[in-house]
C-alpha cells in the first residue's frame, strides 16, 4: 500500500474522484463524491467486495464551506505539526467510544524500538512527538521513555493521556517536568463506568494547571448532542487553559455503539450553545475539511471533530497533522487513518441517522474569517 502523502494537494475538489477504503478488506479503492439533495455521498467500489455507498454529510453547504483552502489553510499545522507514537495497547478505563481499543495483555515495545520508531519521523511538518496508546501513564517506565526519545531524535515529547494518574500529586511530579505539553481527555461526569473516575481527572487537570504545564488541548468525545450542555460548562472551567478544546462526535471508529451524527450538527448546535450565551462564533479557515473545523469563542479556540470510520474515509481529506506511527509499515500518516487501519477487525455497527436539519447558511452569530495571520 502506498502511503498517503503529508501536506500535499490536501484540499480535493468538493466533488469527483478521491480514494477511499473498502469496508470489508481496508484496502485503497477508487471513490467518488457526488452531492444532490440529500448531501454529501461517497460511492466506492472495491473489485472484491463490491460497491459501497455512504451519505457522509447531510448539510452540502457546510460540507463546501469546509473545504477551505487560502492564507491561514497552514495555521494548523503551527499548532499541532506532530507524530504520534503507540507506547502501549493498556489502559486503566473503558470508554465507550474508545477508538485505541486497549489489549491489556499486550506487552508494551521496549524504549529501544519505541526510539527506533521515532527516528522514522521524517516529516518536515512534524516538529514533536506525542504519546499515545492507549494510555501511556500504564509504563512504569515512562519518565524514562520520554527522556530517552528526546535525547534520540533532539524532538520535543508531549502526552494524549486521560489523565487519572495524574490525579496523584507524586506521580504529576515524576512525569510533568520532563513533557513539552500535555493532550488531556475529559469527556462527561457520566462517561466512564465510575463516577469517581471524572473526580479523578478533574483534580489531575488541575493538577497539571497548577504546575503550568503547557496543555495543547482539552478534548472531549459526545455520546449525544444533549451532551453538549455538560461540556460547555467543563469548557468555562478551565477557559484559556488549552490552546483549544476539541469536541468529537460518535462516529464508527473502534468501539463506539452510539449513534453517529454530522459535524454540521455539531457546529449548528455549538453555534446555538455559544449564542445562547451572548457569544459568537467565528469559523477560522485553518486546515478544515469534512472531519474537523476550528472556530474561536472570544479568544478560545475549538476544534469540532467527526473521525471518519472505514465506510467514510476519503484519503484526500486524511493528510492533515497529527501523523502517527502506529503502523510502521504505512509510513508517517495522519492519525485518524492509523487508526482505522489498526481496527481492520472490528465491524462498523450504527446506522447513520437522518435528522432534521438547518441550513449553515442560516446559523445567527457565526462569522467566517476569510483569512487569519499566523
Ligand atoms: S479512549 Fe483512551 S482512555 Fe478511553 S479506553 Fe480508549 S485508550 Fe483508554
Known amino acids: 500500500m502506498q502511503p498517503i502523502l503529508q501536506g500535499q494537494n490536501r484540499q480535493s475538489p468538493a466533488e469527483g474522484p ?3 477504503l473498502c469496508n470489508t478488506c481496508y484496502e485503497e479503492i477508487p471513490a467518488e463524491i457526488r452531492i444532490n439533495d440529500s448531501g454529501v455521498h461517497l460511492h466506492k467500489t472495491c473489485p472484491q467486495h463490491g460497491p459501497q455507498d455512504i451519505r457522509i454529510e447531510s448539510d452540502a453547504d457546510f460540507y463546501r464551506r469546509s473545504l477551505v483552502s487560502g492564507p491561514g489553510q497552514d495555521y494548523w499545522y503551527q499548532v499541532i505539526g506532530t507524530t504520534a507514537l503507540e507506547v502501549t495497547e493498556r489502559c486503566n478505563v473503558s470508554c465507550p467510544s474508545c477508538y485505541a481499543l486497549p489489549e491489556n495483555g499486550a506487552q508494551d515495545p521496549s524504549i529501544e524500538e519505541l526510539v527506533a520508531i521515532a527516528k522514522q519521523s521524517v516529516s518536515e511538518k512534524s516538529k514533536t512527538l506525542i504519546l499515545m496508546g492507549s494510555e501511556p501513564t500504564m509504563r512504569r517506565d515512562l519518565p524514562e521513555l520520554i527522556q530517552a526519545l528526546q535525547k534520540e531524535t533532539g524532538k520535543p515529547v508531549s502526552m494524549y493521556t486521560n489523565g487519572i494518574r495524574l490525579a ?6 515524576e512525569v510533568l517536568p520532563h513533557l513539552y505539553s500535555i493532550a488531556f481527555s475529559l469527556h462527561m461526569r457520566d462517561y466512564l463506568p465510575q463516577p469517581i ?4 481527572k478533574l483534580k489531575a487537570l488541575k493538577n497539571v494547571v497548577e504546575r503550568r504545564v503547557r496543555v495543547n488541548h482539552i478534548s472531549f468525545s459526545l455520546r449525544d448532542l444533549d451532551d453538549l450542555d455538560e461540556v460547555w460548562e467543563h469548557c468555562k472551567e478551565f477557559w484559556g487553559v488549552p490552546h483549544h478544546f476539541r469536541i468529537r462526535t460518535p462516529s ?26 451572548g457569544k459568537k462564533v467565528v469559523w477560522y479557515p485553518a486546515d478544515n475539511n469534512p472531519y474537523h473545523v476550528m472556530v474561536r469563542v472570544g479568544e478560545q479556540f475549538f476544534r469540532l471533530i467527526h473521525f471518519p470510520g472505514v465506510e467514510e474515509a476519503n484519503l484526500s481529506h486524511l493528510q492533515s497533522p497529527p501523523y502517527a506511527l502506529f503502523m510502521p509499515e504505512l509510513g508517517e500518516t495522519n492519525l485518524v487513518h492509523q487508526f482505522i487501519m489498526q481496527e481492520k477487525d472490528k465491524k462498523a ?10 441550513p449553515t447558511s442560516q446559523i445567527d ?5 476569510q483569512a487569519v495571520s499566523v
Do not use: H, Q, W
Open 349 to 358: 455497527r450504527t446506522p447513520m441517522r437522518a435528522v432534521e436539519r438547518m
Open 18 to 20: 478521491t480514494i477511499s
Open 197 to 200: 473516575l471524572f473526580e479523578k
Open 365 to 369: 452569530g457565526m462569522e467566517l474569517i
Open 252 to 277: 464508527r471508529v473502534g468501539r463506539c455503539d452510539d449513534e453517529p451524527f454530522f459535524l454540521s450538527d455539531l457546529l449548528k448546535a455549538f453555534v446555538r450553545k455559544a449564542n445562547s450565551e
Open 168 to 173: 496523584s500529586e507524586k506521580y504529576c511530579d
